[in-house]
């Protein structure tokens, strides 16, 4: 069957698509990064994370966006730190963040908790590039200190240690393009290196040669925008840039419940990589299911929800309570990847003895 | 002629789309904060800023988007507040908002610059509740603590005096809803009103009535998306919401510069408003032109730059040094502004006598 013209394979994508122009200096970025966590033996993770945009103009007023605060990825990102891994955290730009996350601006904006203290000395400042040594001190208001306290320690273990590594992609364009060559670098970590894939990526976009370049005009009655598929990367990923050897963990989000199982079952079978996490977009926050092979599956994880009608697949479901306000989901989603991650990285290592 | 029946007219849109869900409480809390307000007899001026959004479908992952973070309208309202104004900050959920704009968490995290001191009290805290009063201490460090001060202590003044109040929006139904109802309660203050609609405001969008309950399904080739036209607000906002008293001031983005111009001196004449303030997307954080009706310039204002073959406008450039990174724009855009307001004021007064 002849290849419509608009119908991108990954390939096909690559050779007409422009790479993002800090490319460069973010593939040496990573590959000092993933070269340092192999001297130190560490597991490292790919966390993507947030959504991705399609600009409709060269020149961006406006884009189609897919809807991601980016809180699964950012929250996990966290979990796996404290688990010891080491992360790269790629995410879309302004989205939230391991640590900072505590503190949206919008919902809890960190100039509420900080007070002006009078200072003690009544004599002017002889300093006048630093009057606040001598006058006003800024300080914690007590019932945040604590928090707070809990928060910028982690915070500066990771810096101290060195285990976190942030890039920033906007368009689908910057994410294909990063994707691709994270992957490659991370390669080199072979089973070690697991593959978190929580970014929300368009299905559509606008290839560069349908974009115009000035702002489209408005006052033209309706709008049409007619878009084509992005190619799915799923499959050169584990085939090819991750060595086939990475623990590859990607996400579906539905928002019809029916679909949510038959739609993840779909992709682990079409891709044939390790685990498909399923969520409602009206669930997630408190339920998610883990679509796995069943010859794969840890016999703890074993249990009653199996879905005994499509016996290649191992069906988990992960719930937490909906009310618990000191839960995140993330906690727990990640205890049982780190378990499986381990199950993998020992299991190639039995193989080869 | 007939309207076809994907075009729609202010009232048109109202009576077919729904209101947001929080307008009712959104606008009590308007009412009260204007009632305040014309007690002390400030000048109000309600600040427009961010992007709004199209969702494409019900349950909303994908989304139409206007690039804009909000730059514009939080460092205004800012400098609004400064000279002695209340503000109504009507802005996009999560975009950038006065004070907390320099500490975003991407490019100035304020994580960075607190640091922990260790305690001098070697006793184990007996408050389980606050160890904080009693070993670590968070203090900023030195030398980002003079510009923390100088915001923190602006950011309190603020609170305390009441003149800022905070509304936000995502769609663009939740925008045009909201932008009625806050005109209609800011119109009892007749000129003492000013708008400033920095928002970037989606031109096209999808009735109700067109979108999908459910995501829209990928793997059917290509996406199409029909949109019909935003209405037109400016009109019904001069002629009508205001009370035809405000102070109305308006923006065009524009990516050619050719069109700049022509484009805000068609808007004026359109809608009869006091100023339409052009920016060319490339060039707006050091240049913006103020297109003005002739009639209405105060004396200090007129210059070589007013356009000659234009007799009806004035035209009117502010430029600031592109280098000088301690200068914003929209300092002198403020000041200009607040100079013919208080014009526009003193206008009415003088014409009452």
Chains 1, 2 share one sequence.
């Not at 002006?116 to 040594?133: A, F, H, L, R």
């Not at 593959?195 to 976009?205: H, I, K, P, R, T």
């Not at 370049?213 to 007619?226: D, N, V």
């Not at 669930?283 to 009653?304: H, T």
Request: net charge neutral.
């Amino acid at each position: 069957m002849p290849q419509s013209p608009s119908l991108f394979s990954a390939d096909s994508y690559f050779s007409t698509q422009p790479p993002p122009s800090g490319l460069e200096h973010d593939i040496s970025g990573v590959k000092e990064f993933v070269r340092r966590q192999k001297e130190k033996g560490r597991n490292v993770v790919l966390v993507t994370s947030g959504g991705t945009t399609v600009p409709l103009e060269l020149n961006v007023v406006r884009f189609l966006d897919n809807f991601s605060a980016g809180t699964r990825g950012a929250t996990s990102a966290e979990y796996f730190l404290k688990a010891g891994y080491a992360v790269i955290f790629m995410h879309r730009q302004f989205s939230l963040q391991p640590f900072s996350r505590h503190y949206s601006h919008s919902t809890n904006p960190f100039l509420d908790f900080l007070e002006i203290e009078p200072g003690t000395n009544m004599q002017p400042s002889s300093d006048v590039s630093d009057p606040g040594s001598m006058s006003s001190q800024i300080c914690v208001t007590p019932n945040k200190r604590k928090d707070l306290l809990e928060v910028l320690t982690a915070y500066k273990a990771v810096h101290a240690a060195g285990t976190l590594h942030t890039l920033t992609f906007v368009t689908v364009n910057d994410y294909l393009w990063l994707l691709r060559a994270v992957s490659q670098e991370l390669s080199v970590l072979k089973r070690k290196a697991m593959y978190y894939l929580a970014a929300a990526v368009s299905d559509f976009f606008l290839p560069r040669q349908k974009m115009s370049e000035h702002k489209i005009q408005s006052g033209k009655g309706s709008l049409h925008i007619e878009m084509d598929q992005v190619p799915k990367i799923l499959k050169p990923m584990v085939d090819d840039w991750t060595g086939k050897d990475g623990f590859i963990v990607s996400f579906k989000l539905e928002t019809d419940p029916a679909l949510l199982v038959p739609k993840a079952q779909i992709s682990l079978e079409r891709y044939g990589h390790q685990v498909v996490i399923g969520n409602d977009l009206n669930r997630r926050k408190y339920e998610v299911v883990f679509i796995s092979w069943k010859d794969a599956l840890p016999p703890s994880s074993k249990g009653p929800n199996s879905d005994l009608s499509n016996p290649r697949y191992a069906e988990s479901w992960l719930k937490i309570d909906p009310h618990d306000h000191n839960k995140e989901i993330e906690e727990d989603i990640v205890a049982e990847l780190v378990k499986r991650h381990k199950i993998w990285i020992t299991g190639a290592e039995a193989s080869t003895k």
